[in-house]
């Protein structure tokens, strides 16, 4: 990649990446196909912005796994320099929504939680995090939610609603913003519903994202990704 790692939104305009974060187990059905439960408190982890992938890229699992999953999801892109954003004054720090692959290795990620590592190379590798272009928030009176649906060969995996995040938005932003200074090209990778699975190579994994009923003239987002 020879530019910055950056956001594209939808009107054109683009904005340096920053950090990534990323939220485990925030839908329940999820977090019970994982054999578990959703967490007291929120489980956050980090990915490099140069994970960053474009639509129309390639995901390349590391030799070292043989177990790559895809995990469809929601991302929120912070439009501003920020700390102890409380949950009513989210909305006004967010730049726009945008629809994400948090690629995983599976098998690594078993072995870091058996050994109570940290889970860097299993979500943080190159290619982890294909993004869609971003919706500006501008479009939205409030927080919306959204439709989430992922495929892989044209087979539907996963299909759900941002409406069942156990932890809205709002909350992660107030609880992320309590713990870290959040800054303007942050983005915050917000979980995934159930259905997720391995793939291998050779596939395409496409997902879409649709404003709930009510939207007009919010653009639906698609992204496509091979995997190698
Ligand atoms: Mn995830």
Redesign the pocket.
């Known amino acids: 990649m020879s530019s910055h790692p950056h956001f594209t939104f939808t009107d054109g305009s683009t904005l340096e990446a920053g950090t990534i974060f ?3 187990k925030n839908y329940a059905a999820h977090a019970r196909e994982m054999g578990g439960e959703v967490p007291a408190s929120p489980m956050i982890f980090l990915k490099p912005p140069a994970a960053l992938l474009a639509d129309g890229g390639t995901v390349r699992c590391p030799a070292f796994s043989t177990n790559l999953h895809y ?1 469809v ?1 929601m991302v929120v892109v912070i439009g501003e320099d920020c700390a102890d954003v409380p949950a009513s004054k989210a909305a006004s720090v967010i730049a726009g929504y945008g629809l994400g692959i ?1 690629m ?1 290795l599976r098998d690594v990620q078993a072995a870091a939680k058996q050994e109570g590592s940290p889970w860097a190379v299993a979500k943080g590798f190159r290619t982890s995090a294909p993004i869609s272009r971003i919706i500006p928030a501008s479009l939205f009176s409030s927080i919306p939610d959204f439709t989430l649906e992922l495929a892989v060969n044209g087979t539907t995996r996963q299909q759900s609603s941002t409406t069942y995040m156990e932890r809205s938005v709002a909350v992660l932003v107030e609880y992320l913003s309590a713990v870290f200074t959040l800054r303007k090209g942050d983005c915050i ?1 917000t ?2 519903p159930e259905g997720v699975g391995r793939v291998v190579a050779g596939d395409v994994v496409t997902a879409t994202m649709s404003a709930e009923a009510g939207a007009v003239g919010v653009p639906t987002l698609t992204l496509s990704v091979g995997i190698a």
Do not use: K, P, Q, S
Request: aromatic letters at 10%; charged letters at 30%; proline letters at 0%.
């Open positions: 990323g939220i485990g995990e999801e948090d995983t990778y979980g995934t």
